[in-house]
């Protein structure tokens, strides 16, 4: 279930930005930022005889707003709509699975360094925050009580905070985030820790030369997501069958205008190295778009 | 009779051109430093055209710069302009009146 936490990898502001993670440019002063972003993610790699087919579609509508130029709130509720079907040890295939709201975050970024040049900016922004307990955590089927990965909540308070760098010029920019999600137990579970390492390149494609006025930029996009998960606790001891790190490359398209952005990117997974029998990640779709008001 | 007409028409339009032109304000031309995308453009824009007695704003990114057409009979200050582009999250790297 690494690989949900991934694929749930949040980019959060509304500026031209990564797909998969945040970025440091400015939510302006008493301004609100909106994007939504649909997910469709696999996982049927199952090195176990249950041979697990995990499938997860959702939403994720992010908010955002400048308390100054320098510090912005965002406010994140994903959708989720996850199901696992996989074989009973009795040979029987089954369909498990919820949806609902998932976990909501809610965190802070500032921009500590900014560095602005003619048709360029730097900047330097941490962002701390937490993720809420907002996603049901004690869901049930006709089998049961669902495994803690498949609820669409996790039931934890669990905080996180990174720090984001942006280099953006006219012809394209470049995004780069380490971040650090601390997950704290409950129902005698506690997800592994989560460090990711996430980069991003875009470069405009057309026009490709400015003419005047404002026009539309079409953005070539390649991100890349480093993802280390601690092992699961499941009853304070370690779960052999969990945790891992994975290496996602990502092309995308994004077309970016005065008001609107409209983005598509495919999450691939080039290294996985997962704990015993952790579920392999297939790929992770988002398609999504951000406005201005 | 046509040319009559077309001589009439000619005449108010350029009537209303020029009346338009004349109850336009002083322009400003505010030069940004840092605007690198569209979506940064209009985050400028709107800050500015928040600004009493804007008429028009007309960004070029390529020249990172913002022209400023006030309303008849009201002005533009620099620090008024510098705010606005700052609250706006970026640096503003220049202030001239273009025309009047």
């Keep these: 279930m690494v690989a949900l936490a991934a694929a749930a990898g949040v980019a959060t502001d509304a500026r031209a930005a990564p797909q998969t993670f945040n970025t440091a440019l400015p939510v302006g002063k008493g301004n609100f930022v909106f994007r939504e972003q649909f997910f469709a993610f696999e996982a049927s790699d199952d090195p176990s005889p249950a041979d697990r087919d995990l499938n997860v579609r959702g939403s994720i509508p992010v908010r955002g707003y400048g308390v100054t130029s320098d510090l912005a709130l965002f406010g994140i509720l994903p959708w989720l709509g996850k199901e696992l079907d996989l074989t009973t040890p009795g040979g029987q295939r089954i369909s498990r699975g919820t949806n609902g709201f998932g976990d909501a975050q809610i965190f802070a970024r500032y921009t500590v360094f900014q560095k602005d040049m003619r048709g360029s900016n730097f900047r330097i922004a941490p962002f701390a925050g937490l993720e809420l307990p907002t996603g049901e955590d004690d869901d049930h089927d006709s089998l049961g009580r669902l495994p803690q990965p498949l609820q669409s909540g996790s039931g934890s308070w669990d905080p996180l905070g990174g720090v984001i760098v942006t280099w953006q010029t006219l012809d394209y920019q470049i995004d780069a985030q380490l971040a650090y999600k601390a997950n704290t137990q409950a129902n005698g579970f506690e997800f592994g820790d989560e460090f990711r390492f996430d980069t991003s390149l875009q470069y405009r494609l057309l026009p490709r030369e400015l003419g005047p006025g404002v026009p539309g930029f079409l953005y070539g996009v390649i991100e890349a997501n480093l993802l280390h998960q601690a092992k699961d606790k499941i009853g304070g001891f370690n779960d052999p069958n969990s945790g891992g790190t994975r290496l996602y490359l990502s092309p995308g398209l994004q077309y970016v205008t005065r008001k609107w952005i409209v983005e598509a990117i495919v999450q691939i997974p080039v290294v996985q190295d997962l704990g015993g029998t952790a579920l392999e990640d297939d790929y992770a779709l988002r398609v999504g778009f951000r406005g201005n008001f | ?100």
Aim: aromatic letters at 6%; one cysteine or more; charged letters at 20%.
């Design chain 2, 1 to 100: 009779m046509k040319t009559l007409v077309r001589i009439a028409l000619a005449v108010l339009a350029s009537t209303w051109v020029a009346t338009a032109a004349l109850a336009a304000g002083p322009s400003y031309r505010i030069e940004v430093a840092g605007l690198a995308c569209p979506f940064c453009a209009y985050g400028i824009e709107k800050e500015l055209n928040a600004i009493d007695g804007v008429e028009r704003v007309e960004t070029s990114i390529r020249e990172g710069t913002v022209i400023v057409t006030m309303k008849d009979g009201t002005a533009l200050d620099e620090a008024t302009a510098k705010r606005a582009v700052k609250d706006a999250g970026f640096t503003l790297n220049g202030f001239t009146q273009a025309g009047q």
